[in-house]
Structure formats: C-alpha cells, structure tokens
C-alpha cells in the first residue's frame, strides 16, 4: 500500500463460512446476456460473480442470528419469537403497535390499502419502485417532493434525502384531505442512498402536525440513516445509532420495514405505529395476504433472526465498516474521474449513467447499456436506477429531469476489499472504452415495474458507435474459463 491508497474498510467481524463462487468466462457472459434478454434480473446467480444487483435480502447472517434460528417455537399463534421482536422493534422505535410482514412491500400493502384511495396524492422525499407501485395501485398519486439539489448528483449537500418542506407545505395546503399520508425514505434509495436530516424530519414533522396528516418513514436504512446524522448533523457526534433513531422515529406515526435491509435478514419486515384505530385494518388485510399477527408471513425462527439483525445494524463498528465499504470503491473509482452520485452514499454507490455514457440519448437508455457493459467486462451484476425502472409510471408534475443512475448496491458483511477492487477495476475498464458502449433498446415490457421482467437488445448501429461486446479487450482474469 502506498500513503495515497484510499484507507481500507476495517471488518469488525471474521469469516467462519464461506460460500464458493464461479467466475463465468467471457463467452459464458455473453451466452448469459443473450438468454436473458439483456435484463440482469434474469441472470442466474451461477452466471454472476460478484453480485451488487441489491442489498436487499443478501445480508450475512451473524453467528447469534444463526443459532437463534435454531430456537425458533414455530406456534402458529402467540411464539415466544414475536414476543422477542415485538419488544424489540417497540424498543428501538417507540411504537407500541409492530405487524410482521414478510418484506417491505408487504407492508407497503397493508399501510397504503388502508390509507390512500383514488385521485389523493401521496408525498415522499423520493418513491421507491415498489412504494410507487402501492400508491398507484390505490388509484393515487405519487409525488416526489425531495429537495432540488438531491437532482443534482455532482453536489456535495451532506442530506440530498431531505424533503423540500415549502413545497411540502403548500401541497398540504392546496390538498387538504387529498393527502392521506406523507412519507418519508430512509435513505432515499432512488437518489442515491442519501440520507435526511434530523432537523428536516422535524420540520416536516411539524407541517404533518400542523395539517392532522399523519407521517410515516420508510425505515428500510434507518440505521444507515442515522450513522449520517450521526457524523454530519451538529451536536449529533456523541448520540448512539439507536438514540438518533429513536429521534427520528419520535418524530413519525409509523413506519413501514423492509428488514431485509437494515434487519441484516434474508427475509422479513413489518409494520409499526402509534395508531390504534389503524391496527384493526391493517390486521384484516394482513390476515387475508400474509397471515396470522404473530407471524406475518414468516416462519417464527425468522423474527428472532430481525430482532437480533436490528440490534447489530446499530453497532457503530458495524456501521462504520459498511459505509466505510462503499466510500472505499468510490476513492477508488475517483481517481479515474468517473462520475458518480455524490456524495457517496449508505447501501452502495450510484454510477451517474448520462455523465458516463453522453453519447447516448435518454431513449437509448444509457443506465441499461452500462449495467450490461460491466455484467459483460467482469461478470458484475448492478442495477439500473433510470429510465427503464421509473419512466413507465406516469411522472409527477414538475418533476426535475429524471436520474439515470447504475447502483453498486453493496451487500451487507458479505464482500471483500479485495472484491471491491476488482469491482473497480471492472468498471474502470468499460469506463476506458466507454465511446464504443452501444445504447439498448426495450424489446418487450409489462405496464408496471417493468425493470424486473422487460427484455432488452441492442439499439440500432449509429454513426461513430460501434458494438462493444465481443469486441472489448479481454480483461486480465479471462486466461481461463475458471480462474478460481
Ligand atoms: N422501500 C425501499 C426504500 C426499498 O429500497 C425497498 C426495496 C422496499 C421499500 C421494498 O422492500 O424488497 O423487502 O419488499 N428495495 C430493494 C432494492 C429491492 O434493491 O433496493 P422489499
């Protein structure tokens, strides 16, 4: 290591199992792109080496969390498990009412169902796709109302998940009971994992306060929400993980969870609130859609293992190494200038695709080109964050222009500094032949979150680019069909 090497992510943990991976050839790559029609969603994960697609559900599970699997009292009514993570959840929060669901859409279902209805907007600093896909499905609208410069992905603005509280203000004002609740995502994962401010929340706190509309968090990366605070908000320096959140969720009614997230699980998520008139709705649906109160969808074992993954998501050391990872590969990414959403941020780090790609026109969509160029150069999975993923939905009115972001999403205590130098030096190389990148085009696509399962192929031969493919110089590690 030479002094200007970026400083490396310090693993507060150690490796007790591993699991062996495949590093498919580059005609095996491109075999995979063809047959799953250019969408990354339809790769299998032996196609896969390095695997950034999500976050979501891809976490290592602790050793504690493992042998609390094992003690799972599997009572369809009343385990001893709910009781652990209700009391859990109820601590760390401070909401008395805690649902289990089986991932955050679900509970996304049971709070939207039970709250929005046709033709009422619903403000959020940014949707999620599948947030979206709930509020239009109740007939509603969704309204993204984060602050300008969370638009803006060269700027430094330490909380580009913040909301944009004078619009806020006035929507509520125009509305009236048009809006049946306002929410908020820690972090906002569409605009690049960028966290809110403490002082923020609590002004629109105040606002939702003022128009008797309730506010609700999408807690998915509170905890990486709150390790942001806790380094760039004044005076939140000394304050533990758990008491800033605490402060935010103070703040909130409710809260919709996917654990698979910050729940450091591979499945699970819920529900909480303040409001008991609410808790017989939700209770309805959830017993028609997910199941009995005390286990929503999942096995009893399931709950012990979120209980203890909140708790560890908290651990400052824990913590520090996460984003510690993700601001590893953007140094290392820097210092070729390539462009990415800054500044970088909690669950991964977010490739600027218009800045990376200029030659290629929106409808080209360059965040689909680059996500299967790096597949193709190193058999590295990402995700578009673009125009495939939202440009079906209908758009909010007076939208800034949208995002076309590729997101690193880095998994939780799974990866390596050493993956993630050879993510690096992946993207480095499509970034050196990045002129000769082909735009794609949308072959066939259902209506709704069409990123999942449109297909792809190649966009038209244009003047000046040409297929990159089967063209691009063979990388390093290609001498053998499999290196490991
Ligand atoms: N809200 C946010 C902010 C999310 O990022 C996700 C999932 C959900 C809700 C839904 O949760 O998957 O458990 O049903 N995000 C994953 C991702 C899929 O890749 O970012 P879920």
Redesign the pocket.
């Known amino acids: 290591m030479s002094p200007s090497d970026p400083p490396l992510p310090l693993e507060p943990y150690r490796i007790k199992a591993v699991e062996m991976l495949h590093r498919p050839s580059r005609d095996e790559r491109e075999a995979a792109l063809k047959r799953a029609g250019y969408n990354l969603f339809n790769l299998t994960s032996e196609e896969v080496y390095i695997d950034l697609?999500?976050?979501?559900?891809t976490s290592a599970m602790s050793d504690r969390q493992w042998a609390a699997m094992m003690t799972g009292d599997e009572s369809y009514a009343g385990s001893r498990n709910f009781a652990e993570f209700e009391r859990t959840v109820q601590e760390l929060t401070g909401f008395p009412f805690v649902i289990p669901a089986h991932?955050?859409?679900?509970?996304?279902h049971l709070l939207l169902s039970s709250l929005a209805r046709p033709g009422q907007k619903v403000p959020n600093n940014m949707h999620?796709?599948?947030?979206q896909a709930h509020v239009l499905r109740q007939g509603a609208q969704p309204i993204n109302l984060a602050i300008q410069e969370a638009y803006d992905v060269r700027n430094e603005h330490p909380f580009k998940g913040n909301m944009d509280t004078p619009k806020l203000e006035t929507l509520l004002q125009k509305e009236g009971s048009g809006v049946p609740l306002v929410m908020m995502?820690?972090?906002?994962?569409?605009g690049g994992g960028q966290p809110a401010s403490l002082s923020n929340l609590r002004e629109v706190s105040r606002i939702c306060r003022a128009h008797k509309v309730p506010f609700y968090l999408?807690m998915?990366?509170w905890a990486e929400n709150a390790y942001f605070i806790h380094e760039r908000e004044p005076g939140m320096g000394e304050r533990s993980l758990r008491e800033i959140g605490r402060a935010c969720f103070d703040l909130a009614d409710g809260a919709?969870m996917?654990?698979?997230?910050d729940g450091l699980v591979n499945i699970g998520?819920f529900i909480a609130t303040r409001d008991a008139q609410l808790v017989p709705r939700l209770k309805e649906t959830l017993i028609t859609f997910e199941g009995f109160p005390t286990y929503g969808g999942l096995a009893r074992r399931d709950l012990s293992a979120m209980a203890i993954g909140l708790l560890e998501a908290t651990e400052l050391d824990y913590m520090a190494h996460r984003v510690g990872q993700v601001r590893y590969l953007a140094s290392l990414l820097e210092q070729d200038g390539i462009p990415f959403v800054r500044p970088p941020g909690g669950?991964g780090l977010y490739l600027d695709a218009h800045a990376f790609l200029p030659h290629l026109k929106g409808s080209e969509l360059p965040g689909q080109a680059l996500v299967v160029e790096i597949y193709r150069e190193g058999a590295v999975r990402t995700?578009e964050v673009g125009g495939v993923m939202f440009g079906g939905a209908p758009s909010t009115p007076d939208a800034p222009p949208a995002l076309e972001l590729v997101?690193l999403?880095i998994p939780r205590r799974v990866y390596t500094a050493s993956h993630l130098s050879y993510v690096a030096d992946t993207v480095r190389r499509v970034w050196k032949r990045r002129e000769a990148v082909r735009g794609m085009t949308i072959v066939e696509a259902p209506e709704r979150l069409r990123h999942f399962l449109a297909k792809f192929g190649p966009a038209m031969e244009r003047g000046g680019a040409k297929g990159a493919g089967p063209h691009a110089a063979p990388h390093p590690s290609d001498r053998s069909p499999s290196p490991m």
Do not use: I, P
Not at 103 to 108: C, D, L, S, T, W
Not at 128 to 131: C, I, L, M
Not at 185 to 190: A, F, I, Q, R, V
Not at 258 to 261: Q, T
């Open positions: 697609l999500t976050d979501s559900g991932q955050g859409r679900a509970a996304e999620f796709d599948t947030t995502t820690l972090t906002n994962n569409t999408d998915c990366r919709t996917s654990a698979k997230k998520g669950h995700c997101r999403a």
